[in-house]
């Protein structure tokens, strides 16, 4: 049971629940809930509580499923995979392993819900017909109609499943909907992965393939950029976005984030040593370099995803609105003057706040007159409403136009801005904080602002400085020059 109230506590036990979806289906998860209430309406329950009614509702056991609660830690499951021509069998080893945490230098195996279908050449689901583990065979079949995936049950420190019947070696969709909350490690080659980008009916998968060659390719080009290499972009990464951008059949919803590119961030966090400016440098060269090449699917995305009907909050209008918004952020890092009249007339012609918050932040990443003039005129027009304002501060914050600091000081002295307002705080000093350009920059200026704040909301609000102050936590995982220079402001807040 987890004692320590966090998002990660949250997250963790969302994951989990979501799990029994994954095993049981919809109306067998509905049938716990059913049962769960029957039970236990009013009164004061355990997991194991919820467990017992998910479980007896479907007439199933789930051997270590308990696990999850009372270990701490994200599994890694490794994945290797075989072909056997002759006999037409595909196999898959896995082998699980959960990382020693305070506490418990020792882990058992945890029960691991694995969705798989099988891709063939051609793009397509193959029909599994049947599984052979743990000494017996099961039979998959769902009244007649062909089954295209299924769940493994994964149990032991090692398993091997071999699906029967596969008449070519298979690229496997591997944790198809995200079915448990694990790490992968899978032998899935640089060619598997853009063929699942391309094909995979696995809407998770192929945006989790995109995403992987995009860190892959991101990695390789942040060592160029150290090295004071030429940057080029792989042209099958390219062309896979380019295919799912012009694809009609897929949710505009999933394209928008199919063709975002990982954060600076999270980039960062898989350093050893965490390099900003080269992240940086990639990330704005790849997202140029993808708008010039991809410019005019791009514009035609934007223009038959615009609308003048009245604002609505259902799923085909909010998936409209982030395709169209994201294509025109990219378009405007290209800072042209016809991209930046196209984002300045969606601008001026937006029906709703969301749509003209976006264009305005598709302007606001080129610095200049433009970028000034709609800002204002953003401002004059949403003044009265206090979480607007809100947004348009954090939206400077972030910016990671040159020099941004500078911009961010004078905004301390907005008449929309108050120190005493943690809210206002939160949006203007933690987004500067989240911005990995302008917070880490080289010269130490970002650090240094950050240390002048914090003294100031100590004598005001010591709760909302302490939370401000965090953000130098990890500053050892930087290179020397800032470790020393967020080391020096940590000591001048400490003597304060």
């Known amino acids: 049971m987890w004692m320590t109230w966090s998002v990660t506590v949250y997250e963790k036990g969302a ?33 194991e509580d919820f467990y017992a009614a998910m479980c007896d509702a479907n007439n199933a056991h789930l051997p270590n499923f308990l696990q999850w609660y009372s270990q701490a830690g994200t599994p890694t499951v490794k994945v290797t995979s075989s072909y056997d021509e002759g006999s037409q069998a595909f196999s898959l080893k ?30 397509k689901d193959m029909p599994l017909t049947s599984i052979y583990s743990d000494g017996m065979v099961q039979t998959l079949s769902n009244d007649g109609h062909p089954i295209f995936t299924t769940v493994l049950q994964f149990k032991k420190k090692e398993e091997e499943f071999i699906f029967k019947n596969v008449p070519e070696r298979p690229v496997p969709s591997l944790l198809r909907g995200y079915s448990a909350p694990i790490r992968l490690d899978s032998d899935l080659t ?3 992965l853009y063929f699942l980008l391309a094909n995979d009916s696995d809407e998770f998968n192929r945006w989790e393939a995109g995403q992987i060659l995009a860190r892959k390719l991101m990695f390789s080009l942040v060592a160029d950029f150290q090295q004071q290499k030429t940057l080029a972009l792989n042209t099958k ?3 896979g976005l380019r295919a799912i951008l012009q694809s ?25 040593i965490a390099d900003p400016d080269a992240v940086h440098a990639v990330r704005t060269f790849i997202k140029k370099e993808l708008a010039f090449q991809l410019k005019d699917d791009l514009l035609a995305a934007v223009t038959s995803n615009r609308s003048s009907e009245a604002y609505a909050f259902d799923h085909d209008s909010v998936a409209r609105r982030a395709l169209k918004n994201t294509c025109l952020a990219y378009l405007a890092s290209l800072n042209e003057p016809d991209v930046t009249e196209l984002a300045l007339n969606e601008y001026k012609s937006a029906t709703n706040m969301t749509e003209q918050f976006a264009a305005l932040a598709a302007l606001s990443q080129n610095p200049g007159q433009v970028r000034e003039d709609a800002l204002l005129d953003f401002y004059n027009k949403w003044q009265q409403d206090y979480l607007v304002v809100s947004k348009w ?16 000081q004078k905004l ?52 909302v400085a302490s939370r401000m102050v965090s953000a130098f936590s990890r500053w050892r995982r930087y290179d020397e020059t800032r470790q020393a220079l967020a080391k020096a402001q940590l000591e001048m807040i400490i003597s304060a």
Not at 32 to 41: E, P, T
Not at 248 to 264: N, R, V
Not at 393 to 408: E, H, K, M, R, Y
Not at 441 to 451: E, H, I
């Open 237 to 239: 990464f390219v062309d």
């Open 94 to 123: 896995l082998s699980q392993e959960v990382p020693p945490t305070p506490g418990q230098p020792m882990k058992e195996p945890m029960f691991i819900p694995v969705a798989v279908g099988l891709v063939d050449s051609t793009g």
């Open 248 to 272: 009609t059949s897929l949710d505009k919803e999933f394209i928008a984030k199919a063709i975002t590119l990982p954060g600076q961030g999270e980039i960062m966090d898989m350093m050893s």
């Open 393 to 408: 501060f954090a939206l400077q914050a972030t910016s990671d136009i040159p020099g941004n600091v500078v911009n961010v």
């Open 15 to 47: 994951e989990v629940v979501r799990m029994y979806k994954t095993m049981f289906g919809a109306s067998g998860f509905r049938k716990g809930m059913d049962l769960y209430f029957q039970r236990h309406d009013g009164q004061a329950v355990t997991c």
């Open 190 to 192: 640089e060619s598997d």
């Open 412 to 463: 301390l002295a907005h008449p929309a801005f108050d120190m005493r307002n943690p809210n206002k705080v939160y949006s203007l000093i933690g987004g500067f904080c989240g911005s990995p350009v302008s917070f880490h920059a080289k010269d130490g200026s970002g650090y240094k602002f950050l240390g002048e704040v914090v003294l100031q909301l100590d004598k005001i609000n010591p709760q």
